[in-house]
Each structure stands twice: as structure tokens, then as C-alpha cells.
């Protein structure tokens, strides 16, 4: 069973930028892509967007458009996930999950990253 | 407001049988994409509990079970153990906004 294993967490400044981790075990990076969730204190789960571990097309959610960027490094089988320009209600849990494409399933989650945003 | 509509919450005694909607509409569910399942324990990550509609993951108890029918899904949950006490979130695709993942609001889940 392939497993998520995801960077520590940050404490960021309003208008800063964050950059997470999140690195895949086994093989298999290249089949799947990986989607970034992310879920406020106390909240539900957004879902932020998708990166191919294949060729590194991605698709983001319009509401991030502009300010999230994700890459990957597939010499190491690692996602990564920037969100720039943020702000107080960006604090949250940031998890990274393997998925075999668009409208597919989420399996496995990485163990979640928590990023406060506070001045 | 989430895209998906779930109930806040739910409960129910142990050894009861419970079941958690999630409504969509016709540009998700409606349209025939798949929904699944997901559970949150406190303090942890949410793992996958039922794909693509009605399918269980090995490991998942068969206490869990997943069904769909037009533009709604369902949950069920029978023989409830303490240990099920945790949030419940349905995810699905929906073709609006250049398509998106979207989820429900999720619903906790108490055993009373």
C-alpha cells in the first residue's frame, strides 16, 4: 500500500507564500495524480486541484486560480503545493491524496500539513 | 454551502442501523458521476470508505455500504460500534467552474 508522507507545519505571515511537500512511497507516482484538500479549523473539505504525476498537467479550482501553483519532482516521487499572497483564512489543514484522475477517488491521504497564517 | 448537501449530524445506539444522505444536483450526481465516501476520526486524516458508489476498499467493514439514485447518494451503516463515531464527507465531480472536485459539508456521526 502506497503511502502519503507530507512536510511539517509552518506558521506564515498574511501576504507570505507556503510550500508543501508531499512525498509518495513505492513505485507507482507516474500512474496516478495527486489532488490537494485542504480543511479549516472546524470546517469541511475543499478540494484546491490536480497534478498529473504522468506529464504534470494540473487542473485548479477557479477559487485558487492565480495564486496556487503545483509541481512535482518525480526523481523523488514528490508533490508539492504553493499557495501564495496568504491570508488569515488560508490557516488551515492542507492534506495531499493520490488520485487515478479527474472524477476519481481519493486513496491513500497523506497525514495532513497544518498552516496558520497569523501576523 | 457546500455543493453537496449532507445532514450536520446523526446518531444512533450501538448495534442501530444509520444512513447519511448527500444531494446533489444535475450538473454532479445527477449527471451520473460517482460518488464516494470518505471518514474522518478525530485528529486524523480522512480515509476512503466507499468508491465509486457502492464499492468497499479491502479493510473496510461490510457494515458500510454505498448507494446511489438520480441525483442523491447514501451511506448506511449498520451494527454501529462506538468506534464508527467520526465525520462522514461524500465527494463527487460536478462540470460547473471548468469541473471540479467537489465535497458535502460532512456529517458527524454520534453513538449515543
Known amino acids: 500500500q502506497d503511502l502519503l508522507a507530507q512536510s511539517g507545519a509552518e506558521v506564515k505571515k498574511p501576504g507570505a507564500s507556503v510550500k508543501v511537500s508531499c512525498k509518495a512511497s513505492g513505485d507507482t507516482f507516474k500512474t496516478y495524480g495527486i489532488s490537494w484538500v485542504r480543511q479549516a479549523p472546524g470546517q469541511g473539505l475543499e478540494w484546491m486541484g490536480w497534478?498529473?504525476?504522468?506529464?504534470?498537467?494540473?487542473h485548479y479550482a477557479q477559487k485558487f486560480q492565480g495564486r496556487l501553483t503545483m509541481t512535482t519532482d518525480t526523481s523523488t516521487s514528490t508533490a508539492f503545493m504553493e499557495l501564495r499572497s496568504l491570508r488569515s483564512d488560508d490557516t488551515a489543514f492542507y492534506y495531499c491524496?493520490?488520485?487515478?484522475?479527474?472524477?476519481?477517488?481519493?486513496?491513500?491521504w497523506g497525514q495532513g500539513t497544518l498552516v496558520t497564517v497569523s501576523s | 454551502q457546500s455543493v453537496l448537501t449532507q445532514p450536520p449530524s446523526v446518531s444512533g445506539a450501538p448495534g442501530q442501523r444509520v444512513t447519511i444522505s448527500c444531494t446533489g444536483s444535475?450538473?454532479?450526481?445527477?449527471?451520473?458521476?460517482?460518488v464516494h465516501w470518505y471518514q474522518q476520526l478525530p485528529g486524523s486524516a480522512p480515509t476512503l470508505l466507499i468508491y465509486?458508489?457502492?464499492n468497499r476498499p479491502s479493510g473496510v467493514p461490510d457494515r458500510f455500504s454505498g448507494s446511489k439514485s438520480g441525483a442523491s447518494a447514501s451511506l448506511a451503516i449498520t451494527g454501529l460500534q462506538a468506534e464508527d463515531e467520526a465525520d462522514y464527507y461524500c465527494?463527487?465531480?460536478?462540470?460547473?467552474?471548468?469541473?471540479?472536485?467537489?465535497f458535502g459539508g460532512g456529517t458527524r456521526l454520534t453513538v449515543v
Open positions: 465509486a458508489n457502492d
Open positions: 491524496a493520490r488520485c487515478a484522475g479527474r472524477t476519481n477517488w481519493f486513496d491513500p
Open positions: 497534478i498529473s504525476g504522468y506529464n504534470g498537467n494540473t
Open positions: 465527494q463527487s465531480y460536478d462540470t460547473r467552474l471548468s469541473g471540479s472536485e467537489v
Open positions: 444535475s450538473s454532479n450526481i445527477g449527471a451520473g458521476f460517482n
